[in-house]
């Protein structure tokens, strides 16, 4: 699992995923809700979910319950996760608007454009892996791109292929093709 903080330019910051939590050990409450207080951030304009598997959502109802967050983002596909049910619970109980997510919607904050690159609204393969239903984010700043892809895997990019240039960083998914 992995979560990704990114901070604009004007100091506005979103958290993509939110690392691994289980019964013994949560990255919310012993590695995201640390660094977000020893970083002074006391609000979070959206959390981004790729998908809802326990490795990317665990932490997050921990940072939900930490900070003020803007918006909660994920592709809203149903999964029996008890750390994504935990994750949806604490953004009700926030009283945070939730959106799922699907390609070609963008949003821009202080010049920087986070556009979803996948899943599309309806897609071939669709439901029969949640890694291959993550939701890939393309961050573009000036002449800098990154891509994020969560779990996003072959049959995900190949759905995708063609729609994302160049990028400087790329978050590989660990189910990734070579």
């Given at each position: 699992g992995d979560a990704a903080l990114i901070r604009t330019p004007a100091g506005h910051w979103i958290l993509v995923d939110a690392g691994p939590a289980d019964a013994r050990w949560n990255a919310g409450t012993k590695v995201l809700v640390p660094l977000l207080r020893r970083l002074r951030i006391t609000r979070l304009e959206a959390i981004l979910l790729s998908h809802a598997h326990r490795d990317h959502v665990g932490g997050a109802a921990a940072v939900t319950d930490a900070?003020?967050?803007?918006?909660?983002?994920?592709?809203?596909?149903?999964?029996?996760?008890?750390?994504?049910?935990?994750?949806?619970?604490?953004?009700?109980?926030?009283?945070?608007?939730?959106?799922?997510?699907?390609?070609?919607?963008?949003?821009?904050?202080?010049?920087?454009?986070?556009?979803?690159?996948?899943?599309?609204?309806?897609?071939?393969?669709?439901?029969?892996?949640?890694?291959?239903?993550?939701?890939?984010?393309?961050?573009?700043?000036?002449?800098?791109?990154?891509?994020?892809?969560?779990?996003?895997?072959?049959?995900?990019?190949?759905?995708?292929?063609?729609?994302?240039?160049?990028v400087d960083v790329l978050k590989v998914g660990h189910h990734g093709s070579r």
């Open positions: 900070v003020p967050v803007g918006v909660a983002l994920d592709p809203g596909e149903s999964f029996e996760e008890a750390a994504y049910f935990g994750w949806l619970e604490a953004i009700a109980r926030r009283g945070v608007r939730w959106h799922p997510v699907v390609a070609r919607e963008q949003f821009q904050l202080d010049g920087v454009t986070f556009r979803l690159v996948h899943p599309p609204r309806v897609w071939a393969s669709a439901g029969e892996d949640l890694n291959e239903d993550s939701a890939v984010l393309e961050v573009r700043w000036r002449d800098f791109r990154a891509l994020l892809m969560g779990d996003a895997g072959i049959v995900a990019e190949r759905a995708f292929a063609g729609t994302v240039d160049a």
